[in-house]
């Protein structure tokens, strides 16, 4: 599976949603896509499904343009929270009546997840608490086994044990059908050993596109004395300050060369990791919340 975005841009009326994204993701891998509220992933994930055409700029998949290609949406699910206060069916049948128009649907997964998610199948789809439809709708996602499949803050609504569930049967599911998994979250820190690429968008645009790997690898937190650490980290890109009496702590973005961390050591300075989640939450500063 590929997909290529360039210059993607989508306008609501006077508002801009999107400006100049542009990326490509190719491989079976699970890609993260993060952003605060209002960044903008919820209309990148629509224009990736169909569900709305971009104002400019092209989007590919499998290098034909998916909007109204009904050869190409056939290989993308996406699977959101969807309101189901309306929905007279009960499970069983909603489930079957999308097996018929998604060609690798395994319906018999398909039920083994709604026994791991304790959804009775027999029960209508209006009558389920909002973490249940919820698991319905991560059921159908994970079943459907399409080549490209988007899941977007699936987990609203699931308690922690059915977010653990979900995460255990991604990663199943990912290694006996693999395919591009696309999902957008706001739990950071709790999903992110999911995610083989992160992608992070800021105000409608793209601020990052990395291996989760090589990401996590560029942020390190500098500790020691408060002369020590400003004559360490003056000439790099500091996201964050802390400082208690006369230690001080700088989070620092950017890859430390051997010798940066000889010097460091010198001076007698601590280096430490830091979490995707401090990372994503000061690249995004001054987004909102």
């Known amino acids: 599976m590929k997909m290529e ?3 993607i841009h989508l306008n609501y009326r006077q508002d801009t949603a999107l400006q100049n994204i542009s990326f490509q993701l190719d491989g079976n891998k699970i890609y993260g896509l993060l952003g605060r509220n209002g960044a903008g992933k919820t209309s990148l994930l629509s224009i990736i499904a169909s569900f709305r055409q971009q104002t400019a700029g092209t989007l590919e998949i499998l290098g034909r343009v998916p909007f109204e290609n009904a050869e190409v949406m ?9 309101d189901y206060k309306e929905e007279s ?5 909603l489930l079957q009546g999308i097996a018929k128009y998604r060609p690798n649907f395994d319906m018999n997964y398909a039920e083994h997840l709604l026994v791991r998610f304790q959804i009775p199948k027999d029960k209508k789809m209006q009558q389920l608490s909002k973490g249940m ?30 977010r653990t569930i979900f995460y255990e049967e991604l990663l199943k599911s990912q290694e006996r059908f693999p395919r591009m998994v696309l999902m957008s979250t706001h739990l950071v820190s709790e999903m992110e050993y999911l995610f083989d690429e992160v992608l ?18 560029k942020g390190v937190t500098v500790t020691g004395s408060a002369g020590d650490v400003d004559a360490f980290v003056q000439d790099m890109r500091q996201l964050n300050t802390k400082q208690l009496g006369g230690t001080k702590a700088v989070m ?5 060369s051997e010798q940066q961390y000889k010097d460091a050591a010198k001076r007698g300075l601590e280096i430490g990791p830091i979490a995707l989640q ?7 500063e001054g987004g909102n919340d």
Do not use: C
């Not at 069916?89 to 049948?93: E, L, P």
């Not at 596109?209 to 990401?215: N, P, S, T």
């Not at 620092?252 to 430390?256: D, T």
């Not at 401090?278 to 995004?284: C, E, G």
């Open 5 to 7: 975005a360039k210059n």
């Open 252 to 256: 620092v973005y950017g890859h430390l």
């Open 200 to 217: 992070i968008l800021h105000k409608g645009t793209m601020v990052l596109h990395e291996e989760y790997d090589e990401l996590i690898s």
């Open 74 to 82: 056939q290989q993308v699910i996406f699977a959101y929270n969807k």
């Open 133 to 162: 439809q919820a698991a319905v709708d991560a059921t159908i996602g994970l079943a459907s086994n399409a080549p490209l499949t988007i899941f977007d803050e699936i987990y609203a609504g699931m308690d922690a044990s059915t």
């Open 89 to 93: 069916d009960k499970v069983k049948n």
């Open 278 to 284: 401090d990372l994503f939450i000061h690249l995004t």
